[in-house]
Antibody, heavy 121, light 107 residues
Framework: QVQLVQSGTEVKRPGASVRISCKASGFTFINFYMHWVRQAPGQGLEWMGI????????SYAEKLQGRITLTRDTSTTTVHMELSSLRSEDTAVYYC??????????????WGQGTLVIVSS | DIQLTQSPSSLSASVGDRVTITCRAS??????LNWYQQRPGKAPEVLIFATSTLRSGVPSRFSASGSGTDFTLTISSLQPEDFATYYCQQSYSSPWSFGQGTKVEVK
């Protein structure tokens, strides 16, 4: 079965960077795209970026350009999201979400459990 | 960029009530509209994709319709497990976007 398992809670100082992992299993990794979505406390869902798991090409939300980097490792079927120059407004739960299924209309069909990132001095 | 506006932002309802949530897109997204349910402390889960197709396993009390810019999600008879927040999301074009959410609360 499809599983996306994310790394654990992170506590960071303002200005630092954070790297979150999303370990995928139960599907052919390179056949899909993976998105990242975040949710600040009590707020809605914000799309952050997408990565092609085959070629590794990524595209980012304009407001995060320059601070976010998505990478993938096909040997470990893991996707990484790195966010730099952290500020308090980056405190949120971060989700990876697969863009699927393989055929037909596509949507965020499987989600990781979420990773809480707390940015605080 | 495509903006999605949901209404209402929240609503209070009782078990058995019929509930309707609307989502309006800032430009036509044809049928590329999906609905997600999020329970507290959990990741969102897709309920309906491509405007009106129920994901396997989703109860038939959920239905949705629309096209172009106007979409609706309906719960025909609210059940206790349906008290949650609902989001619409467009997959028509990048950047992908979500509505601001509709919280369905107990009356």
């Amino acid at each position: 079965q499809v599983q996306l398992v994310q790394s654990g809670t992170e506590v960071k100082r303002p200005g630092a960077s954070v790297r979150i992992s999303c370990k995928a299993s139960g599907f052919t990794f390179i056949n899909f795209y993976m998105h990242w979505v975040r949710q600040a406390p009590g707020q809605g869902l914000e799309w952050m970026g997408i990565i092609d798991l085959k070629g590794g090409r990524a595209s980012y939300a304009e407001k995060l350009q320059g601070r976010i980097t998505l990478t993938r490792d096909t040997s470990t079927t893991t996707v990484h999201m790195e966010l730099s120059s952290l500020r308090s407004e980056d405190t949120a739960v971060y989700y990876c979400a697969r863009y699927g299924p393989e055929s037909g209309p596509i949507y965020f069909d499987y989600w990781g459990q979420g990773t809480l990132v707390i940015v605080s001095s | 960029d495509i903006q999605l506006t949901q209404s209402p932002s929240s609503l209070s309802a009782s078990v058995g009530d019929r509930v309707t949530i609307t989502c309006r897109a800032s430009q036509s997204i044809r049928y590329a509209l999906n609905w997600y349910q999020q329970r507290p402390g959990k990741a969102p889960e897709v309920l309906i994709f491509a405007t009106s197709t129920l994901r396997s396993g989703v109860p038939s009390r959920f239905s949705a319709s629309g096209s172009g810019t106007d979409f609706t999600l309906t719960i025909s008879s609210l059940q206790p497990e349906d008290f949650a927040t609902y989001y619409c999301q467009q997959s028509y074009s990048s950047p992908w976007s979500f509505g601001q959410g509709t919280k369905v609360e107990v009356k």
